[in-house]
């Protein structure tokens, strides 16, 4: 048989993740992802647009926006089928609901068509096997946040195609890494975000945080630690209640909400121990009047979005504790180029007015995604490939990592750019 993949988004770029696929003379397309990027003004850019009525079905990878954030276009004038882990779901709707408040003006839908998209979701539990029209599905941990998932579709005909969504190697605090075992497809779509570049390993990424941390503290400095609000929040909390149960700690915003949520859906967290720790013995930050104390409180950590200082409650204390050589901010997410936590980190500024910033800034490199080694050692644990469809990186990111499959697991590659059509002979 033929297989088409119409690459709707995410190709040669991180963000709007949009991938198609069917059979060669199918009227009906299955859809992996739909998602968000932002551009330089910070408004949202959707994928190419597809009828929902040429969609079999959308299998959502995860809740981050760049892979969910468009699709309740699809719910504007019809009801196509959707799937998402149960942890997804959840998360999906506050996600969606966050953007809305933020960006809706500038999106064509609102939260009734998020509404309509709710409820026609159909959950299931990582690891369950199941049937859309004439496609098995079968879903696997992607290692990537908690309810993040690969999904593998096998046609009539038996070839089959692997779509691993966001993907990390290793175990986290949160997440354990992504399933390797007993893999097989003709076809694996796979992210290539850090294809030219290997991470620390994470227990040193611990210890120098914990370390830079202990050393503020104890001069009686305050630390930011600027946060996405969906798992990189809660790593960190999980981190600090291991090995300092002793310190004051502060929690604040959507990240409150979501560990929260994972305290209820304890099968998706990997240390869920440490989180429930986390809760009892730090402190969640309820109103304003409770900030405005905890910017006096010298030695006190506080752990919020946004991580790249987009917004948030991170603002509101970044204003606050900048100016004190004692304080720390220390950044542990990916700072995009043309984010305010980019600039604080290359120029030492804040965005609004270029201010100095004198508290000491730091990064720390808690990747959520595979790094290139990692990604091709996860090729060749995938048995019976044909091809590699590589998405979700920049250009360099993508040929480099395509090179290494082809010298090291042996598999042929593509590096599909937006709009374009590939056609696979299985
Ligand atoms: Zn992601
Ligand atoms: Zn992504």
Known sequence: MKLKILTLGGGREVGR????????????????????SFDVDDRPVLPLSIA????????????????????????????????MSKFTAITARLMIEDLLRISG?????????????MKSVTTFN???????????VDTFNAGHIPGSTMY???????????????????????????HSQNLNADVLIMEATYGMYDHPPRERVEQLFIEAVRGVVE????????????????????????????????????????????????????????????TNIFTQVKDSGMRKGICKEGGSIIVTPAGMLKGGPALYYIKRIYDNPKNAI???????????????????????????VKAKVFWFDFSSHAGASDLVNFVKHVKNLQKVI?????????????????????????????????????
């Not at 003006?105 to 998209?117: K, Q, R």
């Open 17 to 36: 993740a949009a991938i198609a696929i069917k059979r060669n003379g199918d009227e009906h397309y299955t859809l992996f992802d739909y998602g968000i």
């Open 52 to 83: 929902p009525s040429k969609l079999k079905a959308v299998f959502i990878s995860h809740s981050h926006l760049d892979h969910v954030g468009a699709a309740p276009f699809f719910y504007i004038s019809a009801n196509p089928l959707i799937y």
């Open 105 to 117: 003006y500038y999106l064509p839908f609102e939260f009734l068509e998020l509404d309509a998209m």
């Open 126 to 136: 990582i690891g369950d096997r199941f049937e859309v029209g004439d496609v098995s």
């Open 152 to 178: 593998r579709v096998e046609f009539r005909e038996g070839a089959s195609v692997l779509y691993t969504g966001d993907v990390n190697a290793i175990d986290t605090k949160i997440v354990k890494g992504v």
């Open 219 to 278: 001069e009686g400095g305050i630390v930011l630690v600027p946060a996405f609000s969906l798992g990189r929040s809660q790593e960190i909390l999980a981190l600090l209640a291991e090995k300092m149960p002793h310190a004051n700690v502060y929690y604040d915003g959507m990240a409150r909400d979501i560990l929260e949520l994972m305290l209820l859906y304890k099968e998706y967290i990997n240390r869920h121990d440490l989180l429930e720790k986390a």
């Open 330 to 356: 220390m950044l542990v997410s990916y700072q995009a180029a043309s984010s305010p936590g980019r600039k604080l980190l290359t120029e030492g500024v804040l965005e609004n007015g270029g201010i100095r």
């Open 390 to 426: 590589l998405i979700h990186g920049n250009e360099d990111a993508i040929y480099s990592l395509g090179y290494r499959i082809k010298e090291e697991a042996g598999v042929e590659f593509a590096a599909p750019q937006i709009g374009e059509e590939l056609s696979i002979e299985l």
